[in-house]
């Protein structure tokens, strides 16, 4: 059982198991997550599985071997989540999904929020790195910088208490009335609702800014006044 | 003491991190230590070529792992330190022949013999970079004073911080002061600016970094050599030490001298 454990991790979803298996061979994991299976038949009788299988090369007979194995024991496989593009392949052929919510480190990250009000904000206390990607139904505030390569898609405003260097898209389901403003507003790329605008001016002596769509439609930056 | 394992990366490809690897390993090795290093860039093995130990090649770190020969038959052990040992890279296979999981077991092999074990990863973050950093106690990020280098340094360090691998070190290599002068190339500031992790050293152009590489014997045996004491001097950093950062500004020699009185630099 331990030796099975150090192999596979099981985890609970919403809408199912997530079961993560790591690089070890192939053979040695299957049997590992069918022995697991058979010593807790009730616990997973009916589940939906999903499978993280890392970086593992699979290939159609692989898949459908433990889909089969599985089925038999009334669990149905439904996704196969890989770093690798074969194993991806192999996946969609059989009809399996290669996605759940689950999010990776580091890569695109997309909130979701239920019964979302009209002021809901996504805090983000860190810099955001270079092939970073925020997506948020709200606005989103940032407590750090925003480095080149990183990008930030809000359906709301966007304030970034740092530098902003990377890209921005604030009211990106089309709210013209949305405005991103940063203590130093240097963006790769600003977009407001459908406007779009590149690289804003050079660096040079930063003040508090603010980007917004102007009376006549046009996207304008202002320095924020305080009063 | 077990060894400390330190990988060296960058993302992008060309900045000299198998250089850093080559160079901090001479340094290391000619300070006392045990150090053995690993080139983790598997199928485009460059650093047996820059210690000048490619004829010696037997085995290497995928024989190593597949079984076919012991850990030490694949340590090449170098010409001139006693203490610096290579576990070269396979030419012949790809990335996917080596798992995040076989580094840590490899590893934790040499970790008992050795007071460093310097990896080096390929460029890029995928498959190879992971085995690279899986087993790291701490991550040397290489970038260059250039846009597109910064730009990729920080998308590692991102995933670095995401993985949780500590906080990764800074070498600035082949910095050009003169330029940085001029205001033509990144300086040391606006480099550190972005990428806010430490500084451990800055390492400035030398052409004699790529003669010596060819020659098989890295810059950091040349003591003349200003590269050669700035991986020196990083070397010491590593084993804990205070070392002042070199002023770059310095002119060394004859030819700095007439270029100053020539009103060049």
Redesign the interface.
């Known amino acids: 059982m331990n030796e099975m454990s150090s192999l596979i991790q099981i985890k609970g979803l919403r809408d199912g198991l997530l079961v993560s298996l790591d690089d070890a061979p192939w053979d040695a994991q299957r049997a590992a997550l069918i022995a697991q299976v058979d010593a807790q038949p009730s616990f997973f009788q009916g589940a939906r599985l999903a499978l993280d299988v890392a970086s593992q090369v699979l290939h159609v007979n692989e898949l459908v071997d433990l889909r089969d194995q599985l089925s038999e024991r009334g669990i149905s496989l439904w996704a196969v989540i890989s770093e690798s593009p074969t194993t991806e392949n192999t996946a969609q052929l059989l009809g399996l999904a290669t996605r759940i919510s689950k999010p990776r480190p580091e890569e695109t990250r997309q909130f979701s929020v239920e019964n979302l009000g009209e002021e809901t904000a996504l805090f983000l206390n860190r810099t955001l790195r270079s092939g970073t990607r925020i997506e948020f139904a709200g606005h989103v505030v940032v407590l750090g910088d925003v480095n080149p390569g990183a990008e930030i898609v809000a359906d709301g405003n966007v304030m970034v208490w740092g530098r902003l260097r990377g890209a921005v898209h604030a009211g990106a389901k089309g709210n013209r009335k949305a405005m991103v403003c940063a203590l130093d507003l240097s963006p790769m790329q600003l977009r407001i609702a459908d406007e779009v605008s590149s690289a804003l001016k050079p660096g040079g002596n930063p003040k508090p800014e603010r980007a917004l769509i102007n009376g006549d439609g046009k996207l304008q930056t202002e320095f924020w006044l305080a009063g | 003491m077990p060894a400390k394992v330190i990988t060296i990366t960058s993302g992008k490809g060309g900045v000299g991190k198998t250089t850093a690897v080559a160079n901090l390993a001479v340094a290391l090795a000619l300070d006392g230590s045990k150090v053995v290093c690993i080139d983790g860039d598997i199928g485009l093995r460059n650093l047996d070529v820059i210690l000048g130990l490619e004829n010696r090649i037997v085995y290497d770190i995928v024989d190593v792992i597949e079984g076919r020969c012991r850990l030490k038959q694949a340590m090449i052990r170098d010409k001139k330190l006693p203490g610096l040992y290579l576990i070269p890279a396979a030419q012949t296979r790809d990335k996917?022949a080596v798992?995040?999981?076989?580094m840590n077991r490899l590893i934790k092999e040499l970790r008992a013999d050795h007071d460093f074990v310097l990896i080096d990863s390929p460029a890029g973050i995928e498959?190879g970079f992971?085995n690279a950093i899986a087993a790291a106690d701490r991550v040397l990020v290489v970038t260059n004073p250039e846009?597109s280098a910064v730009?990729?340094a920080?998308?590692v360090?991102?995933?670095l911080?995401?993985?949780e691998k500590g906080p990764a070190a800074l070498i600035l290599n082949r910095l050009n002061p003169s330029l940085v002068r001029n205001g033509d190339m990144l300086s040391p500031e606006d480099v550190l600016d972005?990428l806010?992790i430490e500084l451990i050293g800055i390492v400035p152009e030398d052409e004699n970094v790529i003669i010596s590489s060819n020659r098989g014997a890295p810059v950091a045996f040349d003591q003349k050599s200003r590269a050669g004491q700035a991986f020196r001097n990083i070397a010491k950093r590593l084993k804990g030490e205070t070392v002042p950062f070199m002023s770059l500004d310095h002119q060394n020699g004859l030819w700095g001298r007439i270029q100053r009185l020539a009103g060049r630099k």
């Open positions: 996917n798992s995040p999981s076989d498959r992971r846009v730009r990729d920080d998308r360090i991102g995933i911080e995401a993985e972005l806010a």
